[in-house]
């Protein structure tokens, strides 16, 4: 198990310029990093050049990290900031109709919603696929909120303290996005 590293002592060090301090300091905040873009961003082709984009950032904005929280929330702020910005830069489209799914992913519609078997590992994959494109009509920072609380398990309170949020906005939000998510499968239910 990896020892905890003394953030303080290595901030100090690589200030005056020890590579070894930043070495460190990107080991240990990069799985933080690495798992933040996975789950925010859409399309992994370019999941690395993210989170070197991101490291990049960590370390021209160093200087302006207070220390009243700890190293890897405000890293996470960012990391979340930056996806966010991403997904905005994409232009992801507001729908998903029929038309957008291909045959497999029709297939995968009609097995996993409108069907009672439990899918194989192959089945399972294109689920997610088709939940990816599904989630992706969403806008970018409603996708990470649902994802944050669905597939990471995180607390409103954690989502507050990693987004600046309320507590009352992220409820809100999350019922609003879930109605969104219901109304579009709705839609592909009737388009069948």
């Not at 990391?79 to 905005?88: A, K």
């Not at 607390?155 to 507050?160: A, G, N, T, V």
């Not at 990693?162 to 388009?191: D, H, V, Y």
């Amino acid at each position: 198990m990896d020892q905890p590293i003394d953030i303080t002592g290595c901030l100090q060090r690589w200030k005056k310029g020890d590579e070894d301090a930043a070495e460190e300091l990107v080991r240990h905040l990069y799985p933080v990093i690495s798992r933040i873009v996975r789950i925010h961003l859409p399309r992994r082709d370019h999941e690395e050049d993210l989170i070197q984009e991101i490291l990049m950032k960590t370390f021209s904005r160093l200087h302006q990290y207070k220390g009243d929280a700890p190293l890897t929330h405000w890293v996470s702020r960012l990391s979340l900031t930056t996806c966010l910005d991403r997904l905005r830069a994409q232009k992801i489209r507001p729908e998903i109709r029929l038309a957008d799914l291909s045959q497999e992913d029709m297939e995968v519609f009609d097995a996993n919603w409108l069907g009672s078997s439990s899918p194989d590992a192959t089945e399972a994959i294109q689920a997610r696929d088709l939940v990816d494109k599904i989630l992706s009509t969403l806008p970018a920072e409603d996708r990470s909120l649902i994802l944050m609380i669905d597939l990471e398990g995180q607390s409103p309170q954690e989502i507050s303290d990693a987004t600046g949020w309320g507590i009352s906005k992220i409820k809100m939000r999350l019922f609003r996005i879930r109605a969104q998510l219901r109304k579009t499968m709705q839609n592909l239910k009737e388009s069948l």
